[in-house]
């Protein structure tokens, strides 16, 4: 840990919780949850750890804010399911100049992990009437201090 | 049949066919078809009876011309299962002034027929720029003109 | 009113409150929710209705009990929107031999009425190791009389 | 590549190829795909692989075979439309002793590359009547002999 700046250290972030049951419908002839079920939680989580920090969905998009991702990934510890009560955990790992590292571990109400993944964003701020690609934007330092715990 | 008009004798509507296949997360515990997945489909092969006429969605998308939905309604006959070669068979059943029914029957490949549905749509223009509550429109002759099978 | 039996006046039934938050994939480019996913709220609420009256869907899946539906069918009356805090009001409408009618109504939080449907189930209680078509079954009036209101 | 086994050199992969079409429903408001809906389209391209070699998703079943997750991953590359023709290629990447890689890449009718990604799934093969946790198996030699092109 010798590496890691002052700084960083001093920063604890800001975790959320977001609640979520497994329905029968997300669920799959063997009977257990079938996995991009996990992704579409990891979404839903995300805006919930923004809304968390002050900045809920509609929010963000008055701003013409927005944060596609570049890339996900996911590790399956145990299978969830029908009815099972779980929660997704969600933080942010690690900010980059333009882009952002959202960790999720999601655990079933008894305490089991079931999976553990992470998203990667970027931030973008797309004004209004104006078209064409959208490239991402350097994340500004007010942005990254709302996640920091106090 | 004394009653239909003759106008309306002479104008066989046209059909459209949307493929498809029950994929294995479409399907639940009880190892079949998660109803709302028809559903899904049925607005899939309204999309395709469009674009069959002339209006892929692209263009409708363009001429900002949308058709929200004010009722739908299925019946089961046979449950799908995992793998099952599918085809939603799509037609216009009525045209109201603004609004439109239109009529899915859904088969398996070996011809049994699984389920058939409607869904009420309302047309709308939405003009660039125009924020606020949309309105059904009076569906122009032209666009019911067009599912009239040759 | 006076065409009521009293046995129905006397014999209110169940309500239960299924909450849900309209996700961000649940919408579509229209920025509303895509309407299927009605379905499966309309899904979980019925399983949450059986939990309500003291069958939650793990003592139904142990007992060898489904509900397959034999019909569904909805009306939109506004457009949700993502982030839109619902809840799905869920009884049974009415109990025939065989079948059962669950009704679902859908409010936002602020009152606003969003939508309301129904789905047409039948009763089944698959013996372990029988395989073979299901069939519906007589419902037993120990679980009709579960959903009167007390 | 002077590292590389010559019997490795010697059998190259089958790829399969499973078709799609971006429906309106999978797109969110942004207007583009919903990313979860990738994950979709990986687990049935994977059905498909396996159906290519000799081993549709019913053979599967009645042998009792599954193949569930263990980690799942994806970069995108560019955002799939509403409408959009794609195509999902997919090959076995890596074979372990009881897991195996599965890659998928997703292109556009166009040839523009949408997304990259891959599953990690064990090989199970669960008897009938037996019940309890399933372990992963060694996979049979003449399993990974399918996926070798000709």
Chains 1, 2, 3, 4 share one sequence.
């Not at 969830?80 to 690690?94: F, H, L, N, Q, S």
Request: with cysteine; glycine share 8%.
């Amino acid at each position: 840990m010798s590496g890691a700046s002052p700084a960083a250290e001093a920063l604890p972030t800001v975790t959320s919780v977001y609640r979520c049951k497994v329905a029968w419908g997300e669920c799959d002839p063997a009977g257990i949850i079938f996995y991009p079920t996990y992704f579409h939680w990891f979404d839903s989580a995300t805006w919930q750890l923004f809304a968390h920090v002050g900045l809920p969905m509609l929010r963000l998009l008055a701003d013409g804010n927005m944060m596609p991702l570049v890339a996900a990934d996911i590790r399956f510890h145990n299978p969830a399911k029908p009815g099972d009560e779980c929660e997704v955990r969600t933080r942010i790992e690690r900010w980059g100049g333009k882009s952002f590292v959202v960790a999720h571990d999601v655990y079933r109400a008894d305490g089991e992990l079931l999976a553990t993944g992470t998203e990667t964003r970027v931030w973008i701020c797309k004004l209004e009437g104006v078209t064409g690609p959208m490239t991402a934007q350097t994340i500004p330092a007010e942005l990254k201090a709302r996640f920091c715990a106090k």
